[in-house]
């Protein structure tokens, strides 16, 4: 469980990261933290929890509705400028890449 979740963590970061510093005013520490939580919480909601009992398209979905809600929310408690396209964006960008790691979770043997 810990290489799919270190995947999950460099996976969000590699795409949340440069996107929320390229439309928000974030920092890169502020940034990081919000990665490496939003992928804490996906991945037991979305990895552990959803993909178990459905499917790579449910889980996705799951995950992109999470991660928009969790986007919006840090980007209000920040007072980040993050309008509802750049936050389309990056969820749009996350759903992609969710949709091939959820397969590749499916692929790997259960440990």
Known sequence: MASKLIIKLILNGVIVVPL????????ITSALLT????????FVIGDQLILRVSNNT???????ALAF????????AAD?????GELL?????????????H??????PAR
């Open 35 to 42: 990665a490496v939580l939003l992928s804490l919480v996906a």
């Open 103 to 108: 397969r590749m979770l499916r692929e790997l």
């Open 20 to 27: 929320l510093l390229t439309f928000t005013e974030a920092n």
């Open 69 to 76: 809600v969790f986007l919006r929310f840090a980007a209000y």
């Open 80 to 84: 980040w400028s993050l309008s509802t």
């Open 58 to 64: 449910i889980a996705t979905i799951c995950d992109a």
């Open 89 to 101: 964006i990056i969820v749009l960008v996350l759903g992609l890449v969710e949709a091939m790691y």
